[in-house]
T-cell receptor, first 117, second 109 residues
Framework: GAVVSQHPSRVICKSGTSVKIECRSL??????MFWYRQFPKQSLMLMAT?????????EQGVEKDKFLINHASLTLSTLTVTSAHPEDSSFYIC?????????????FGEGSRLTVL | GENVEQHPSTLSVQEGDSAVIKCTYS??????FPWYKQELGKRPQLIID?????GEKKDQRIAVTLNKTAKHFSLHITETQPEDSAVYFC????????FGAGTILRVKS
């Protein structure tokens, strides 16, 4: 299957700083990537849909100015958590769509565990 | 938007028994229904999926059924083994993938 790589796998930062998480499709081009957040013992909640060359589409309740998404190339999408606070501590997972929407398959990155002190 | 409900939230079975997890969805336009297994701290792993033009799909000990009329789909695991213990998520997809709340499956040996 397709490979999606996410980096870093773990990051600890101080409150008020910004953290960037990268999601790369290693062996295919991904025009669409999705960013999820997962709190402990909870499900994956979609944060935003990242489209190459255009603005991301954010889910209701997700602050676009706090969670900056950039999808500048067909193999890389980045999520920047700006001015991070302890409540932003979570497991962030990206996924990339292989094939057309509705007919394709999603492949997930390894996830990034963010801890804000 | 799409809403996916999953039951039960926890499920304990004896090794060798079958396990069934059920999901319902709200958006009749959803056309792809994957099931994922997630171990603690790791990414979800696709274990089986079904598309809207199929009613049932089987892969060894795992099977999924889909009832489009009723908008529900189910995961069936037969001959469960301790290594099947994990969190299982159903999902429904139109232009984005929406997950159910998850089921913690414990297989007791």
């Amino acid at each position: 299957g397709a490979v999606v790589s996410q980096h870093p796998s773990r990051v600890i930062c101080k409150s008020g700083t910004s953290v960037k998480i990268e999601c790369r499709s290693l062996d295919f081009q991904a025009t669409t990537m999705f960013w999820y957040r997962q709190f402990p013992k909870q499900s994956l909640m979609l944060m935003a849909t990242s489209n190459e060359g255009s603005k991301a589409t954010y889910e209701q309740g997700v602050e676009k100015d706090k969670f900056l998404i950039n999808h500048a190339s067909l193999t890389l999408s980045t999520l920047t958590v700006t001015s991070a606070h302890p409540e932003d501590s979570s497991f962030y997972i990206c996924s990339a769509l292989v094939g057309a929407s509705g007919g394709g398959e999603l492949f997930f990155g390894e996830g990034s565990r963010l801890t804000v002190l | 938007g799409e809403n996916v409900e999953q039951h039960p939230s926890t499920l304990s079975v004896q090794e060798g028994d079958s396990a069934v997890i059920k999901c319902t969805y709200s958006d009749s336009a959803s056309n792809y229904f994957p099931w994922y297994k997630q171990e603690l701290g790791k990414r979800p792993q696709l274990i089986i999926d079904i598309r809207s033009n199929v009613g049932e799909k089987k892969d060894q000990r795992i099977a999924v059924t889909l009832n489009k009329t009723a908008k529900h789909f189910s995961l069936h695991i037969t001959e469960t083994q301790p290594e099947d213990s994990a969190v299982y998520f159903c999902a429904a997809h139109t232009n984005k993938l929406v997950f159910g709340a998850g089921t913690i499956l414990r297989v007791k040996s």
